[in-house]
């Protein structure tokens, strides 16, 4: 049986698990799944992870689960098992077992917080056994038939593991902003300081950016005393996710994507996804008139003694200054953070396979129908970069299962998996120090 080693314990990974677990209970041929995470399970839906406090909100429905939306299509016969079997492992299954099933239908279905979202990780996690290295991922080398990891614990101590495949998920680290100033926060700045209640008395805020990172401190910010809120990003103005069924429903069910063109893929994830605020967190900022839209890119920050300037451009126009007390740098993850984790190796290798150096356009064009990238011999599973070839939904909560799918997929190809029990074993251990 080969070995996929996951880095990051979020709702990616368990998906992929949970899938591969249900799988072989089922006697399907599926791989080990080893899952490596420097904090908990859902590490970065806790204060702990930088990304948010923990009492904000998910802004998708929970139904969008680790299964969502349960259609395997491809084990002839089997398909059925495979979807009843993943319901085990739902949202509603985790309210079932811990007794709020009742409540929240009564309280109107409410997006749970995402220390609960976390908590429902850890469940499913609990639930298959799931195999969690703890530790942090430094680097990946290239190895005879696979990837070698090397993997820090929290003690200083390196651990190497072999694996056949590797996939890589999350958004990276969140503790880079914009300057190195005092008035300017990260992200994990600006949680650390929130769950301390220790921000910064300001009376003009600027958050920059326009997406759920953004989304999630503007939600923090308007519950404190500040005169104005601006939210800085390039688009025109803030949009909002449409959450109708037809957007939606490219995000569930990615089949309709490879029938539309690159710019028509464009449009619909500029207009849906890339700097956009999901309708709760829109709601619950229209009607705070000290919240406000300030257009441009931020080219500048410089130290104006009590504030910061920020340089705004937005061409053709000439550019606009702005000073503010205090900062936060909510641009969300960088596309291509797991690069740093390479050796010169495995980024010749990498290289190889997209054609040229490696910059996002060039990798995100190079994701296969299995969500990794094409050419490489080594099966390197990329979900956060397949968007634009493969489907909206792959790089967030929209469609999980789908995703399993895509990444266990290959593990039956060819062969018989109607009605035989094949490769229900679990083989020797590979993965291990
Ligand atoms: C505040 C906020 C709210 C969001 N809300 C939504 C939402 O409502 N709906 C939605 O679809 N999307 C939302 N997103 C986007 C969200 O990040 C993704 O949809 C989803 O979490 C990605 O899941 P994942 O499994 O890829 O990564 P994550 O859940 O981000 O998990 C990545 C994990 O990797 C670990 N990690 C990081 N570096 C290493 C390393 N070197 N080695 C090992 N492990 C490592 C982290 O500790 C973390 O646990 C939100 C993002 C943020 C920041």
Sequence with gaps: MKTLLVVGAGPKALAVATKSHVLRELGLPAP???????????????????????????????????????????????????NEAMHDFSWTAFLVDQGGYAEWIDRGRPSPQHHVWAKYLQWVGHRIDLELVQGRVHSIA??????????????????????????????????????????????SDFWELAGRRALPVSSRVAVIGGGETAGSALDELVCHEMLTVSVISPMATLYTRGESYFENALYSDPGKWAGLSLEQRRDVIRRTDRGVFSVR?????????????LQGRVTRVRDSGEGVTLTLRNAPRPDEQHVFDLVVDATGGQPLWF????????????????????????????????????????KLYLPNMSALTQGPGFPNLSCLGELSDRVLRPAVDGQEVAGRAVGARVAPARVGS
Excluded: C
């Excluded at 899952?35 to 839906?45: D, K, R, T, Y």
């Excluded at 967190?281 to 839209?293: A, C, K, M, P, Y």
């Design 281 to 293: 967190v829109q709601e619950s900022l229209l009607g705070d008139n000290r919240v406000h839209h």
């Design 339 to 378: 690069l740093d984790l390479f050796d010169g190796d495995a980024t010749d290798l990498l290289e190889l396979a997209v054609g040229g150096p490696l910059t996002q356009p060039r990798i995100e064009a190079a994701m296969g129908y299995d969500l990794a990238v094409a050419n490489l011999e080594a």
């Design 142 to 187: 290239p190895a005879a038939d696979g990837w070698l990891v090397s993997v820090t614990d929290a003690d200083g101590v390196v651990t190497q593991l072999d694996a056949d495949e590797l996939m890589i998920t999350g958004p990276g680290r969140s503790s880079r902003a914009l300057a190195d100033h005092p008035k300017v926060l990260s992200i």
């Design 32 to 82: 080990r799944v080893v899952v490596v995470e420097p904090h908990a399970v859902g590490g970065n839906w806790l204060p702990s992870g930088g990304w948010t406090d923990g009492r904000h909100r998910l802004g998708t429905s929970p139904e969008k689960d680790v299964g969502f939306p349960y259609h395997t299509t491809w084990a002839r016969g089997r398909n059925r098992e495979i």
